[in-house]
């Protein structure tokens, strides 16, 4: 068969109805409602059938209809209002404005962006994470640059054969049918960017802008008549395809993503970025074409990896080790090797993705190693993802203690005018949902009474029981059942019962079908005379993954039981739309991965922002924000090996939660009918959890703790013809090959006797050979604390010893006081970690010294 040529033909607007054009080219409309109400005026039957999208409904509308529209005043007058509004939200100072010192600009890379349900170039978390990340920062007034790739086929649409098995579609995409512009230069021709592959092909891109709010996004689209059709099929499709094509999208990602850049910067007149933002391993090629630019300014790789480091963050997002993007080491040389590459040495560039050792496989290329060692600044997604990944990546810093190595972690947030419901927004909304201004809002929900607050949650519930009718309808009629035979489908779900909502990707951790376990136990609980419960369940297996789509048809086959089926619903192709919907009209949403393999999570967030009470693994973002009385933790069966027996408990604690504590509650009603204790939690998630789990929270973290040191690192190495970087480089080399030669010779503590107690200090002595350091070179610490079963210190502090002595041997001996300042068993030992007022963590180097023998390491009990 032949490939359909498609194309949209735009409609030309009256003048009158010309900014019309404007509010559909921003995608701020898929975060704010009176936009979306606009458009629905314009033709409500037309916005219905294009399924709210605003560029379709402009192919759609007659012409009559749009000369009626030109001399409606009214029309008119709101019309001018909303673009006014836009305007404003464009220009006006936000809360980036009353910064100082902040990065002029930040680019921001990311394979997947989940902008809006009408722009599907997202696969699950990490777009949508990325596309919160943008509409935050337009909220904000950050001055980011956004990064990716344009699909032509998007992630794929999702079906289910009559027995239950995923189908994949790929609908073929139309830049000109999406929110999208061409990037053009001064002359009008499109502005392109060209990647060399295999040392010989081109690859070229065009750059089309999808504007969020104040944001550009660009995205690089390969699908051109300038390509040969291999180079041209780079950008088809989101996850496909194998490792091959997966590399020509990371370096046209990366390497091109960065030109892409340039080029916007140049015609556009924006500030170049100060720093660069690698959203997960897939982008990290972008370091090595910046160490390029330098490069080919002269830097040496050594001296240009230094400034690039400095302005580069990294943001690691799984701890799934499959997860991780690892490459044939040879593939990535045949890449950086040749006359496209002429001032880098490949040897560099596959030291940088080399896994280190014990464990690593060297004929391995990982792009997680390399993502790290190419950004001074890394961070994990929530705290408890921030420490596995130390212990991941701990053999990047050997030596150092866990809590030590330069990982740190920054919660995700999900962006609340994207997520909550207008209901809610118009109840307690305000700046403090986007993060500008005035945090303290959230007292609006005090405000509420119950009666009020259970209106709202009825009425969310309702709207989810009726949009799963309708899309349960479609999805039989697609599995060939006819019309006729649907009748049930209309009684389906009651909006009265208990919702329980589960929708995500379906990897083998999120355990989709641990609900199935024990499944009399969960018909019970659905068909409970009294207390029952009902489940909308969505989600996508990736197309590679069998035993996802076995998961899926297990669901399915439960699902379509008769005597369940009108309280257990699948429905089919997860997306945007299907998730705004849920995550609103759930009382419940469940989550129920094996820890600590989810990352952060954020469904249940976006559940929490409308009064939805998670109930899940303590695992991601719940770790850390469960309280007790905001929904509830099942407990998991961590230390159990046996994976059946851990999910045979989890399960087992998953029922008994529901039946004896989620269940009565919500049919807890007082006289007037309402579950005050229901909604006691309700009004407490809203309240506790509301301002934590916001983009605008996490984009705030991001720029206070992330930006704007890179951007302050970035300069200081920059400054005078890079002279830091030139410097510190040097430096780095010189410590590198002197450090054999630093040892802690002896240590001693005095001054404790032989009962230490609590309050005692302790005065520490310690000789050092420096060997061809000197003493600026390096720091010297007493590290003290609580000493653990493995004699290892738990949460150590330190403290620096200052130097008394230097002998000409270069044997230093140094000295300070420890405070012995807990009770139980203490200790402590010296050592010498390398020190440069531009290091950003003492463990960066990798670099250590401690005595050869834990004998410093003097245990003393304290009472
Ligand atoms: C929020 C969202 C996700 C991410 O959900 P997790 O709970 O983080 O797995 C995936 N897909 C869609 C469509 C979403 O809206």
Same mark, same amino acid.
């Given at each position: 068969m032949r490939a359909i040529r498609r194309f949209t033909v735009r409609t030309s607007l009256p003048p009158q109805l010309a900014p019309l054009a404007e509010l559909v080219r921003n995608l701020r409309?898929?975060?704010?409602?009176?936009?979306?109400?606009?458009?629905?005026?314009?033709?409500?039957?037309?916005?219905?059938?294009?399924?709210?999208?605003?560029?379709?409904?402009?192919?759609?509308?007659?012409?009559?209809?749009?000369?009626?529209?030109?001399?409606?005043?009214?029309?008119?007058?709101?019309?001018?209002?909303?673009?006014?509004?836009?305007? *404003?939200?464009?220009?006006?100072?936000?809360?980036?404005?009353?910064l100082e010192d902040a990065p002029r600009a930040i680019a921001y890379f990311s394979p997947e962006y989940g902008i809006a349900a009408a722009l599907p170039q997202y696969s699950g978390g990490l777009g949508i994470l990325a596309g919160d990340h943008l509409k935050a920062a337009s909220d904000l007034g950050v001055p980011i640059i956004g990064v990716g790739l344009l699909y032509r086929h998007g992630y794929f649409t999702q079906s289910l054969s009559p027995d239950g098995w995923q189908l994949e579609h790929y609908p073929s995409l139309d830049p000109g049918g999406l929110p999208l512009t061409l990037l053009r230069e001064a002359d009008g021709t499109p502005a392109t960017v060209c990647v060399t592959l295999d040392g010989a092909q081109p690859l070229r891109a065009r750059i089309w802008v999808a504007q969020v709010g104040r944001v550009p996004l660009l995205l690089l689209d390969s699908g051109i008549a300038e390509?040969?059709?291999?180079?041209?099929?780079?950008?088809?499709?989101?996850?496909?395809?194998?490792?091959?094509?997966?590399?020509?999208?990371?370096?046209?990602?990366?390497?091109?993503?960065?030109?892409?850049?340039?080029?916007?910067?140049?015609?556009?007149?924006?500030?170049?970025?100060?720093?660069?933002?690698?959203?997960?391993?897939?982008?990290?090629?972008?370091?090595?074409?910046?160490?390029?630019?330098?490069?080919?300014?002269?830097?040496?790789?050594?001296?240009?990896?230094?400034?690039?480091?400095?302005?580069?963050?990294?943001?690691?997002?799984?701890?799934?080790?499959?997860?991780?993007?690892?490459?044939?080491?040879?593939?990535?040389?045949?890449?950086?090797?040749?006359?496209?590459?002429?001032?880098?040495?490949?040897?560099?560039?596959?030291?940088?993705?080399?896994?280190?050792?014990?464990?690593?496989?060297?004929?391995?290329?990982?792009?997680?190693?390399m993502g790290m060692r190419l950004a001074q600044r890394v961070n994990g997604v929530s705290r408890l993802h921030g420490e596995v990944s130390r212990a991941m990546f701990r053999g990047l810093w050997p030596g150092f203690d866990l809590d030590e190595l330069p990982i740190g972690s920054i919660t995700n947030g999900v962006h609340a005018p994207t997520w909550m419901a207008r209901e809610l927004l118009e109840l307690i909304g305000g700046d403090h949902l986007t993060g500008v201004g005035d945090e303290r809002g959230w007292e609006r929900v005090d405000r509420l009474s119950d009666a009020d607050l259970w209106a709202v949650r009825c009425r969310l519930r309702t709207r989810l029981v009726a949009e799963t009718r309708k899309r349960l309808k479609r999805a039989w009629l697609r599995?060939?059942?006819?019309?006729?035979?649907?009748?049930?489908?209309?009684?389906?779900?009651?909006? *009265?019962?208990?919702?329980?909502?589960?929708?995500?990707?379906?990897?083998?951790?999120?355990?989709?079908?641990?609900?199935?376990?024990?499944?009399?136990?969960?018909?019970?609980?659905?068909?409970?005379?009294?207390?029952?419960?009902?489940?909308?369940?969505?989600?996508?297996?990736?197309?590679?993954?069998?035993?996802?789509?076995?998961?899926?048809?297990?669901?399915?086959?439960?699902?379509?039981q008769e005597r369940v089926r009108h309280r257990i619903v699948f429905l089919p192709d997860y997306d945007m739309a299907l998730a705004q919907v849920l995550v609103a009209g759930a009382d419940v949403w469940m989550n129920n991965p094996l820890r600590p393999l989810e990352a952060c999570g954020t469904s249940g967030m976006k559940a929490a922002l409308n009064g939805g009470l998670n109930l899940s693994i303590r695992d991601g973002w719940w770790d850390e924000w469960f309280d007790g009385a905001?929904?509830?933790?099942?407990?998991?069966?961590?230390?159990?090996?046996?994976?059946?027996?851990?999910?045979?408990?989890?399960?087992?604690?998953?029922?008994?939660?529901?039946?004896?504590?989620?269940?009565?509650?919500?049919?807890?009603?007082?006289?007037?009918?309402?579950?005050?204790?229901?909604?006691?939690?309700?009004?407490?998630?809203?309240?506790?959890?509301?301002?934590?789990?916001?983009?605008?929270?996490?984009?705030?973290?991001?720029?206070?703790?992330?930006?704007?040191?890179?951007?302050?690192?970035?300069?200081?190495?920059?400054?005078?013809?890079?002279?830091?970087?030139?410097?510190?480089?040097?430096?780095?080399?010189?410590?590198?090959?002197?450090?054999?030669?630093?040892?802690?010779?002896?240590?001693?503590?005095?001054?404790?006797?032989?009962?230490?107690?609590?309050?005692?200090?302790?005065?520490?002595?310690?000789t050092v050979a420096l060997g061809e350091l000197s003493p600026e070179d390096v720091e010297v610490q007493a590290v003290y604390g609580r000493v653990g079963a493995h004699d290892e210190l738990i949460r150590p502090d330190h403290v620096t010893l200052t130097m008394e002595t230097i002998h000409d041997d270069g044997r230093a001996r140094y000295a300070g006081v420890i405070p012995l300042d807990r009770t139980g068993a203490f200790g402590y030992t010296v050592r010498v970690v390398p020190s440069h007022p531009l290091l950003a963590a003492p463990a960066e180097l990798g670099l250590i010294a401690v005595p050869e023998e834990p004998a410093g390491m003097t245990n003393g009990t304290l009472r």
């Amino acid at each position: 068969m032949r490939a359909i040529r498609r194309f949209t033909v735009r409609t030309s607007l009256p003048p009158q109805l010309a900014p019309l054009a404007e509010l559909v080219r921003n995608l701020r409309w898929s975060w704010h409602p009176e936009t979306l109400d606009l458009f629905a005026d314009v033709d409500r039957e037309a916005w219905e059938r294009v399924g709210h999208d605003p560029v379709a409904l402009l192919g759609a509308v007659e012409t009559g209809r749009l000369l009626e529209l030109a001399a409606d005043r009214r029309f008119l007058r709101r019309l001018a209002d909303a673009a006014d509004d836009l305007r *404003e939200y464009l220009t006006a100072p936000r809360w980036y404005q009353s910064l100082e010192d902040a990065p002029r600009a930040i680019a921001y890379f990311s394979p997947e962006y989940g902008i809006a349900a009408a722009l599907p170039q997202y696969s699950g978390g990490l777009g949508i994470l990325a596309g919160d990340h943008l509409k935050a920062a337009s909220d904000l007034g950050v001055p980011i640059i956004g990064v990716g790739l344009l699909y032509r086929h998007g992630y794929f649409t999702q079906s289910l054969s009559p027995d239950g098995w995923q189908l994949e579609h790929y609908p073929s995409l139309d830049p000109g049918g999406l929110p999208l512009t061409l990037l053009r230069e001064a002359d009008g021709t499109p502005a392109t960017v060209c990647v060399t592959l295999d040392g010989a092909q081109p690859l070229r891109a065009r750059i089309w802008v999808a504007q969020v709010g104040r944001v550009p996004l660009l995205l690089l689209d390969s699908g051109i008549a300038e390509n040969d059709p291999m180079a041209r099929d780079v950008t088809d499709r989101l996850y496909g395809g194998g490792s091959d094509h997966r590399l020509r999208q990371e370096l046209l990602l990366g390497v091109g993503g960065v030109r892409a850049v340039r080029a916007y910067c140049r015609i556009t007149g924006h500030p170049e970025p100060e720093v660069f933002h690698t959203n997960e391993g897939h982008a990290g090629f972008l370091g090595l074409e910046r160490i390029r630019e330098l490069t080919e300014a002269r830097l040496s790789f050594a001296e240009a990896l230094e400034a690039v480091r400095a302005g580069t963050v990294f943001t690691t997002h799984t701890p799934v080790p499959a997860g991780i993007d690892r490459f044939p080491a040879d593939m990535i040389a045949r890449q950086f090797s040749g006359s496209a590459w002429p001032t880098v040495d490949v040897a560099n560039v596959l030291e940088l993705g080399a896994e280190p050792g014990p464990g690593g496989d060297p004929s391995v290329f990982n792009m997680a190693v390399m993502g790290m060692r190419l950004a001074q600044r890394v961070n994990g997604v929530s705290r408890l993802h921030g420490e596995v990944s130390r212990a991941m990546f701990r053999g990047l810093w050997p030596g150092f203690d866990l809590d030590e190595l330069p990982i740190g972690s920054i919660t995700n947030g999900v962006h609340a005018p994207t997520w909550m419901a207008r209901e809610l927004l118009e109840l307690i909304g305000g700046d403090h949902l986007t993060g500008v201004g005035d945090e303290r809002g959230w007292e609006r929900v005090d405000r509420l009474s119950d009666a009020d607050l259970w209106a709202v949650r009825c009425r969310l519930r309702t709207r989810l029981v009726a949009e799963t009718r309708k899309r349960l309808k479609r999805a039989w009629l697609r599995r060939g059942a006819a019309e006729a035979e649907l009748g049930w489908v209309d009684q389906v779900l009651d909006p *009265e019962v208990l919702t329980i909502g589960f929708a995500r990707r379906v990897p083998a951790y999120k355990r989709l079908t641990l609900m199935l376990r024990d499944p009399e136990r969960l018909t019970a609980l659905l068909l409970h005379p009294d207390r029952p419960v009902q489940i909308v369940i969505a989600g996508k297996a990736h197309p590679a993954d069998e035993g996802g789509k076995r998961l899926i048809q297990q669901i399915v086959r439960f699902a379509d039981q008769e005597r369940v089926r009108h309280r257990i619903v699948f429905l089919p192709d997860y997306d945007m739309a299907l998730a705004q919907v849920l995550v609103a009209g759930a009382d419940v949403w469940m989550n129920n991965p094996l820890r600590p393999l989810e990352a952060c999570g954020t469904s249940g967030m976006k559940a929490a922002l409308n009064g939805g009470l998670n109930l899940s693994i303590r695992d991601g973002w719940w770790d850390e924000w469960f309280d007790g009385a905001n929904g509830w933790a099942i407990p998991s069966a961590e230390g159990v090996a046996d994976p059946d027996r851990r999910d045979e408990l989890e399960a087992a604690a998953l029922y008994d939660l529901l039946e004896r504590e989620v269940t009565p509650r919500f049919y807890d009603r007082t006289a007037d009918g309402l579950p005050r204790r229901w909604l006691e939690m309700v009004r407490h998630t809203l309240r506790s959890l509301g301002p934590k789990v916001l983009a605008g929270r996490m984009l705030k973290e991001y720029v206070l703790d992330l930006y704007t040191p890179a951007a302050k690192a970035a300069r200081e190495f920059a400054a005078d013809d890079h002279r830091n970087a030139k410097r510190f480089a040097a430096w780095k080399v010189r410590v590198s090959r002197a450090w054999p030669g630093v040892r802690v010779e002896h240590v001693e503590g005095s001054g404790a006797g032989d009962t230490p107690e609590l309050g005692t200090r302790l005065k520490i002595t310690a000789t050092v050979a420096l060997g061809e350091l000197s003493p600026e070179d390096v720091e010297v610490q007493a590290v003290y604390g609580r000493v653990g079963a493995h004699d290892e210190l738990i949460r150590p502090d330190h403290v620096t010893l200052t130097m008394e002595t230097i002998h000409d041997d270069g044997r230093a001996r140094y000295a300070g006081v420890i405070p012995l300042d807990r009770t139980g068993a203490f200790g402590y030992t010296v050592r010498v970690v390398p020190s440069h007022p531009l290091l950003a963590a003492p463990a960066e180097l990798g670099l250590i010294a401690v005595p050869e023998e834990p004998a410093g390491m003097t245990n003393g009990t304290l009472r």
